[in-house]
Nanobody, 118 residues
Framework: QVQLVESGGDLVQAGGSLRLSCSAS????????MGWYRQAPGKQRELVAV???????NYGDFVKGRFTISRLHTNNTLYLQMNSLEPEDTGAYYC????????????WGQGTQVTVYS
């Protein structure tokens, strides 16, 4: 069973930066895709950014160049550098990984809270 553990969430003032990390355990295989999603209270979970094995990257429209996703394929470690944070970025941020070999399936972390105050 794959386990994803996020870290790096915090309380930060608008305009500040945070770096989220996600570490996967329980497999020696490289995930097909890894990504970050977020969910604000009362809203649906939405894509923040995703990166694939061939290093294709896709960002949510709201990112607008403020966030950068990166990944270490060797150990399925994922990062999200977030700059110019806005109060609208407040929410729980979840790590996601999809595997097509080994533990086939989609896995989620427990989430890390990001709170941006003005």
């Amino acid at each position: 069973q794959v386990q994803l553990v996020e870290s790096g969430g915090d309380l930060v003032q608008a305009g500040g930066s945070l770096r989220l990390s996600c570490s996967a355990s329980g497999t020696l295989f490289s995930a097909k895709t890894m990504g970050w999603y977020r969910q604000a209270p009362g809203k649906q979970r939405e894509l923040v950014a995703v990166v694939g094995n061939e290093d294709f990257i896709n960002y949510g429209d709201f990112v607008k160049g403020r966030f950068t996703i990166s990944r270490l394929h060797t150990n399925n470690t994922l990062y999200l550098q977030m700059n110019s944070l806005e109060p609208e970025d407040t929410g729980a941020y979840y790590c996601n990984a999809q595997f097509i070999v080994g533990p086939v399936g989609e896995f989620w972390g427990q989430g890390t809270q990001v709170t941006v105050y003005s």
